[in-house]
């Protein structure tokens, strides 16, 4: 009845007994013949992406995998391991810890680069200083309290870029806009601040023309892996109700 079928309504999958087909493609002709994030853009975007495409797309993926048990994802997902539940389960609590501040800012930075775009000097400081007025301080993509004066994924991220520009696979405005807001702001700080991981990744998501929502979404699924490396390390390792710092040490009671 169609009041069933047409409860779900989907472009992204068709299955019946025997058949699987993922945007129109038969399960057997993707599995062998296309890459993992080759497939991923598949079925979020609903086109194929091939050549220097492709190949930013998969390093912005690879890039943001982990950051070590200090990143509040990872340390959540190895804590959870210690619990009781299961990898699913504790790679479900790692993920959940990614927000607005952290692994959600790439959202925030494709539209920074998009409202940025082609502008330099007073022009460019005037854009930086309304976002600021609306947003807070903090520009996205932008500082590291880790990696300073250079997030070393950035670099790499943005000669990628680079090439896959010259090559006409993409404009490269996106990484221009990122280099000036970077430079502007070292010019006003004295000193260099980092295009970190969020603001990297947002400039190849942004020239492959995803919408700013799914720079989070990406993020999130790149960290997953680490999310699952650290929740099975965890698990190999042992512990019981591991909490964020040895037992031996206790907090600061602030009296009422």
């Known amino acids: 009845m ?9 472009s992204i999958i068709e299955m ?5 087909a993922l945007r129109g493609t038969p399960i057997e002709q ?4 296309m890459g993992f994030a080759e497939t991923i ?8 992406i ?3 495409r492709a190949a930013l797309f998969e390093a912005a993926l690879v890039s943001a995998v982990d950051h070590g ?8 997902a190895r804590m959870a391991a210690t619990c009781g539940i299961g990898l699913q389960s504790a790679m479900a609590t790692g993920l959940n810890m990614l927000g607005d501040v952290h692994g959600g800012a790439g959202e925030q930075a ?4 998009g409202a940025c775009a082609g502008l330099e000097g007073s022009e460019l400081e005037a854009v930086l200083a309304d976002w600021r ?3 807070g301080k903090y520009l996205p993509g932008f500082g590291h309290r880790f990696h300073k004066p250079v997030d070393p994924r950035a670099p790499c991220l943005l000669s990628l870029v680079d090439a896959a520009a010259a090559e006409g696979a993409v404009t490269g405005r996106h990484a221009a806009s990122a280099r000036a807001i970077g430079a502007l702001l070292a010019q006003q700080r004295g000193a260099p601040v980092p295009l970190n991981i969020d603001g990297a990744t947002a400039v190849i998501y942004a020239e492959l023309g995803c919408p700013a929502a799914l720079a989070r979404g990406f993020f999130g699924l790149s960290r997953s892996v680490g999310l699952l490396a650290h929740a099975w390390e965890q698990t190999e390792q042992g512990g019981r109700n591991k909490g964020p710092t040895p037992p031996r040490y206790l907090w600061t009671h602030d009296a009422g």
């Not at 169609?2 to 989907?10: E, G, H």
């Not at 019946?16 to 699987?20: A, D, L, Q, S, V």
């Not at 494709?110 to 680069?113: E, N, P, T, Y």
Request: charged share 25%; proline share 9%.
């Open 41 to 48: 853009w598949l079925l979020v975007m609903g086109e194929r």
């Open 133 to 135: 007025a609306r947003n």
């Open 2 to 10: 169609s009041d069933v079928s047409d409860w779900w309504r989907t």
């Open 50 to 52: 091939e050549g220097p």
């Open 30 to 33: 993707i599995i062998g013949k």
């Open 16 to 20: 019946e007994p025997g058949r699987i």
């Open 69 to 76: 048990p200090q990143a509040p994802s990872i340390a959540a």
């Open 110 to 113: 494709v539209a920074l680069f």
